[in-house]
């Protein structure tokens, strides 16, 4: 279970609830463009610790065959991931433009 | 069974949401939830967490989350807890996440009150120290020294010239039935107190500090260092109060150097060696009460 992005993202006026209630999780955009720079993991070196998940602000790094894997839609490249990987398995690396 | 990061829940409740990044609010928040599970319903004030969680159509928690008042965050977990309880639902918990404005300054009476009646909820208060939402203005648990938008650092006042409420005591001193002090920076630590508070009956009220980037002055990668450090320093502590008595958590042997500790965030980097010194004697002060009046 999580957000996710849906298909219909735009909304004229009339469909806007005018109670405050909608349905939950629902995403219309990512946060990918933030990002000048971003993780990458080296798939050798990561031993599945889960720390880089655990310390996620946003949630994007699951963990996959004792691997961890990075959602590059919701990323927002903070580093926090690779500042908290003991085994030095990720680096930051640049966004092309 | 305590909560780690391998048996914490894989599904992810608090997702795309559109915080700085590196927010330490958002990790509390997301991590809170994860632990909580789906049957959570969360309240949220204004402030940072409202603010970049419902945008409409942009809507980031997958649990029931609904927008409060600003100073009416347990006011509501009040009516949620009781509607739900009329209704016979009885799987579920209600959770409030309020920032520290939101706790210390205007929502201190909903508190003051939801815990004065031991109202069935859970009340987290992410504490980034000022008022981020609307630009970095002083709250009252904004710490001295700090340079905010309304405390700023000039030649003759060196930003906030009060103390931080010591709000983890005022909970307590309603005689609470549990409340708990937390860093984003150790998170099984705070994952478990959230775990434990889940499972007791009557008003809960966890403390747990959580960096904002934008509002401290620090590098977005450094959330979870900086907020490591304030317990290494002593600025801050593990603690826990339940049946009327206070527990240390971690008592630690030796302090970090709470100079390099400020010096390394933009909103103390003003401080004299004279201020420095104020700061960690009020520091030594708090920590001797500490270690002669709680339990370790
Ligand atoms: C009654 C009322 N007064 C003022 C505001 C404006 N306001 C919105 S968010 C906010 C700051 C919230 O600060 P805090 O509770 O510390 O949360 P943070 O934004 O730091 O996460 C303020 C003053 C409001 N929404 N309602
Ligand atoms: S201003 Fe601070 S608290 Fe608000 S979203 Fe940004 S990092 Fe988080
Ligand atoms: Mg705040």
């Given amino acids: ?97 | 069974m305590s909560v780690t990061a391998n048996n914490l829940c894989r599904d992810e409740f608090f997702y795309g949401h559109k915080a700085c990044a590196g927010c330490g609010g958002s990790l509390a928040v997301r991590n809170a939830l994860k632990v909580l599970g789906k049957n959570a319903v969360a309240v949220l004030p204004a402030g940072c967490m409202s603010a970049v969680g419902f945008n409409f159509p942009q809507l980031c928690f997958a649990n029931n989350a609904i927008i409060s008042t600003f100073a009416g965050t347990a006011s509501m977990l009040t009516g949620i807890e009781a509607g739900f309880r009329a209704r016979g639902i009885k799987d579920f918990t209600a959770v409030g996440f309020a920032g520290d404005g939101g706790t210390a300054d205007i929502g201190i009476q909903a508190l003051s009150g939801a815990i004065d009646r031991n109202d069935n909820i859970l009340y987290i208060c992410y504490d980034n120290e000022a008022y981020m939402n609307t630009g970095i203005q002083k709250s009252g648990l904004t710490p001295f020294g700090a340079k905010t938008t309304t405390t700023p650092a000039g030649k003759n006042i060196h930003g906030n010239i009060r103390p931080k409420k010591n709000m983890f005591e005022i909970a307590a001193a309603h005689n609470i039935p549990y409340a708990a002090t937390a860093t984003v920076g150790y998170m099984t630590d705070f994952l478990n107190k959230v775990e434990k508070a889940s499972k007791i009956k009557g008003t809960k009220y966890i403390h747990v500090i959580a960096p904002c980037p934008t509002g401290w002055g620090i590098p977005v990668s450094d959330t979870v260092e900086i907020s490591r450090e304030i317990v290494d320093c002593g600025l801050w502590y593990l603690a826990e109060y339940e049946n009327g008595e206070f527990t240390l958590d971690h008592d630690p042997k030796e302090f970090t150097s709470v100079s390099d500790h400020l010096k390394k965030q933009g909103r103390f980097r003003h401080l004299t060696d004279e201020d420095i010194q104020i700061i960690i004697q009020s520091r030594d002060a708090k920590w001797e009460k500490i270690r002669r009046d709680w339990r370790k």
């Fill in chain 1, 1 to 97: 279970m999580k957000p996710y992005l849906r298909e219909k993202t735009s909304f004229s006026f009339a469909e806007v609830p005018s109670d405050t209630s909608f349905e939950a999780g629902y995403l219309v955009s990512k946060n990918a463009g933030w990002r000048s720079i971003r993780p990458v993991i080296d798939i050798e070196k990561c031993v599945g610790c889960m720390q880089c998940y655990l310390y996620c602000p946003d949630g994007v790094i699951s963990i996959e065959n004792n691997k961890a894997v990075i959602d590059y839609d919701f990323c927002k490249g903070c580093g926090i991931c690779k500042k908290i990987c003991k085994i030095n398995a990720i680096e930051m690396e640049a966004e092309k433009k």
